[in-house]
């Protein structure tokens, strides 16, 4: 799938101005990240996650107030900062050979952003910008599919639907304002929601050096509540709610289909 997104960065960007803009997206643990940043490396762009601008801890925690309390927990539209990104692209775009840009990193196990100090650092003008989005590109639902909780937690946490019609706004609005900068959307697609699961365990137990099978039960029903937070758009997506410009069927094990030449 790398010489695909070569041929991607090849074509250009449309504007005919700065590195072509392309997104790979998908649901987690489609190895977004993992191909997103092999292409950066072998032809000179430059990998940035959108897990990278995550909102800081202190203003999700104002969006919980202001908001929704569900928007305390990082990842569904609405819960990324967006301007950030959007001055990085820019920075990127027009740096000169010797100027230096920071790429913000968020830590995981904190739940907030790292200090400027431990950003990295990116050097140059990248020959593209390829961002790794699970939900870029995302189409937002009809108001009447946004009615009825899809899982638990939008039953017992979100019972009026107030949580989901802002993401749904969310996504309508601001992300897909974003998508449409793209030159080109690349959608790892899923064989179906049932998978994620599996794949998102099998991440943790990387990151905990582990076997996916030793993985601790805790964990596991941990991670099952959390992608909760990310089901419906999902979903929506896997249903072809998706403005992607070439789609890669996963399989079971993630290996792609057919790859379009």
Same mark, same amino acid.
């Given at each position: ?96 050979? =010797? ?145 992607? =410009? ?16």
């Amino acid at each position: 799938m790398v010489d695909l997104i070569g041929r991607l960065i090849a074509t250009g960007s449309r504007n005919a101005v700065g590195p072509p803009l392309i997104a790979v997206v998908g649901a987690q643990g489609s190895g977004k990240t993992t191909l997103a940043r092999a292409a950066a490396e072998t032809f000179g762009g430059v990998q940035i996650s959108i897990d990278d601008v995550y909102l800081t801890r202190a203003r999700r925690e104002a969006m919980a107030e202001e908001v929704h309390p569900l928007f305390l927990t990082r990842g569904p539209p609405g819960t990324h900062d967006l301007r950030l990104l959007d001055r990085l692209i820019k920075a990127l775009s027009t740096a000169r050979p =010797d100027d230096k840009v920071l790429i913000p990193d968020f830590d995981k196990r904190e739940d907030d952003r790292r200090p400027i100090r431990d950003w990295r650092i990116f050097i140059g003008r990248p020959r593209a910008i390829l961002i790794d989005a699970w939900c870029l590109g995302a189409l937002p639902e009809d108001e009447a599919d946004i009615a009825a909780p899809i899982n638990a937690l939008e039953r017992d946490r979100d019972p009026d639907g107030a949580w989901r019609r802002a993401v749904n706004g969310f996504v309508a609005g601001s992300y897909a304002e974003l998508a449409a900068r793209f030159d080109a959307i690349v959608f790892l697609k899923a064989p179906g929601f049932d998978v994620v699961l599996d794949w998102r365990c099998q991440q943790e137990a990387d990151l905990l050096k582990v076997f996916p099978a030793d993985l601790p039960d805790e964990e596991r029903r941990r991670l099952a509540d959390f992608i909760q937070y990310f089901e419906r758009v999902t979903r929506r997506m896997l249903d072809g709610g998706v403005r992607a =410009d070439v789609v890669v069927a996963l399989d079971h094990d993630r290996r792609p289909g057919f790859i379009p030449s």
